[in-house]
């Protein structure tokens, strides 16, 4: 319960909620967010041709709501109203599962990043960690975040989560920077709330967010209680700077035309955020030096969010039906070697939203009452991830061919002069237009190569943790000397003790190896 002093806070009944892709839009602008591009402040980022695709892919989340309710929306105990599927805190098994199925739709939809499954995971490890501050402390933490998620449930806002910090020096500690702003700290403490500094880099969707939830990176140590700091910030305060972040081939959504694009509609959105003496009131404030329970939060983020990487997917729909689209329009549809290439991007493809889906089927429930999923399985769908969409795209390359890294632009396609010749020459069946065989290439080069490889690819190996990450929580919890009980009572050796009765996967109800979280 909150503590004296502190005023909750309430739905924001008054504000009409976002009931559309369209609505969304427009409450992006005048905001007069301090966003840089090419060194250049943006006047509106709303209508900058870079960002807007990025924009779009957002609106979608909210579209398909409205297309799907049974797919994107649930129903919230905390507000006891229906709300968007991302600001729901999970309340079943099933809540989980229909998670990954929203992702992997919103992936084949839009081919790119849709930026708000951190904030979705980051709710929900919140959920149960501030639950369990509050049972060893007596602190409001709890109660302040209902009532936060009960605030953005009502306005039907979007959160994004801001985890990792630039680190500075690598082997050394927060508290042990040369300068202390390389991780996010607490640098004063008020009556009535705090003042953090730092920044956050790497940050999906930052820009395209109403909020974002403050946490800290790693597991913390007692000297570093400034740093032990959660809060919820909105993104228009004044003391937040953006700077936004290049991707291969962007300035294409800036020339004339869709072709040269690839996915002119969508794409996805990463920036650092500056955060300079920035204030948090009490009520917004969800961990305060508690620095013990930094690693539970990170663990159970990062299992939550390494599951969540079932939404490449859906990007993997998008690009095998790219590759059998291009064998179609080159003729050779039916060639047995293309055919046991799509099976085996098929195969790669389901394999990590097996591991995923798996992993949020086996989901318990925690002392909070939302659930968590399997950390062994959702550690294995992520190291999935680092590696078979790799494999996936050079299948595409290669069924594509080197037209889709040589073809002149739409320009050429288009000119006077060229065009003519362009659209004699890069025919393959006559009943396919030049156009629509450059199209089908340019979407393989924008996933493989140009903008959208940055999710596809480099945020696969690197997101929610690098492979190495995922390889430590596999190890911990890979139960070798279970297993190898296992083995020796089948093999007839005798040994002191045995195998002891464990669920059929041992994993589940369980957060960490040791069992601590049972």
Not at 41 to 49: I, K, N, Q, R, T
Not at 280 to 301: C, K, Q, T, W, Y
Request: net charge negative.
């Amino acid at each position: 319960m909150p503590m004296d002093g502190d005023s909750a806070i309430t739905p924001e009944t008054a504000v009409k909620p976002i009931s559309s892709g369209a609505e969304y839009i427009e409450t992006l602008r005048g905001r007069g967010l301090k966003v840089y591009l090419f060194g250049d402040l943006v006047d509106e980022p709303v209508d900058h041709p870079m960002i807007r695709p990025s924009i779009n892919a957002v609106a979608k989340t909210y579209d398909l709501a409205n297309e799907n309710p049974d797919l994107a929306s649930a129903k919230s105990s905390i507000c006891g109203k229906t709300v968007n599927r991302f600001l729901h805190v999970t309340e079943s098994v099933d809540d989980v599962v229909m998670q990954n199925r929203m992702q992997r739709k919103l992936g084949q939809l839009t081919g790119t990043c849709f930026q708000r499954c951190v904030g979705m995971d980051a709710t929900n490890a919140l959920h149960s960690v501030t639950y369990e501050i509050d049972e060893k402390y007596g602190t409001p933490y709890h109660a302040r975040f209902k009532d936060f998620i009960a605030r953005m449930q009502e306005a039907n806002y979007v959160i994004g989560g801001a985890m990792t910090d630039v680190k500075g020096d690598r082997g050394k500690g927060p508290a042990s920077q040369d300068d202390p702003d390389m991780f996010v700290h607490i640098v004063e403490r008020r009556d009535d709330g705090v003042v953090i500094r730092g920044a956050k880099a790497h940050q999906t969707g930052c820009i395209n967010s109403h909020w974002a939830l403050v946490m800290p990176t790693m597991r913390l140590t007692e000297d570093d209680k400034d740093y032990a700091v959660v809060c919820a910030i909105p993104i228009d305060d004044p003391g937040l700077t953006f700077i936004y972040g290049r991707q291969s081939c962007d300035t294409r959504s800036m020339e004339d035309g869709d072709i040269d694009v690839g996915n002119a509609q969508y794409g996805g959105q990463e920036a650092m955020i500056i955060i300079e003496d920035v204030f948090v009131p009490n009520e917004l404030i969800f961990m305060d030096g508690e620095f013990e329970f930094a690693s539970d939060l990170v663990e159970r983020f990062t299992s939550y969010h390494r599951r969540s990487y079932v939404c490449k997917t859906g990007l993997g729909d998008v690009m095998i039906g790219a590759a059998a689209t291009v064998a179609d329009y080159n003729g050779v549809p039916n060639a047995s070697h293309i055919r046991d290439k799509l099976v085996e991007m098929t195969h790669l493809n389901e394999t990590i939203y097996s591991s995923g889906i798996a992993a949020s089927h086996e989901s318990f429930e925690t002392k909070s009452g939302n659930y968590q999923c399997n950390d062994m399985l959702a550690n294995v769908c992520k190291h999935n991830v680092t590696r078979f969409p790799y494999e996936l795209s050079r299948i595409a390359q290669d069924l594509a061919g080197g037209l889709m890294v040589t073809a002149p632009s739409e320009q050429d396609l288009n000119g006077e002069v060229t065009g003519p010749l362009l659209k004699k020459f890069l025919k393959g069946r006559s009943d396919v237009s030049a156009e629509d065989r450059l199209r089908i290439m340019r979407l393989i080069e924008n996933m493989t190569l140009g903008r959208n490889a940055v999710g596809y690819l480099t945020e696969s190996m690197h997101g929610a943790g690098s492979p190495q990450a995922q390889r430590v929580q596999i190890a911990r919890q890979s139960d070798l000397d279970y297993k190898k009980k296992l083995a020796k009572n089948l093999a007839g050796i005798k040994e002191d003790g045995v195998a002891k009765d464990i669920p059929v996967s041992p994993h589940q109800g369980t957060m960490f190896p040791d069992g601590e979280n049972d």
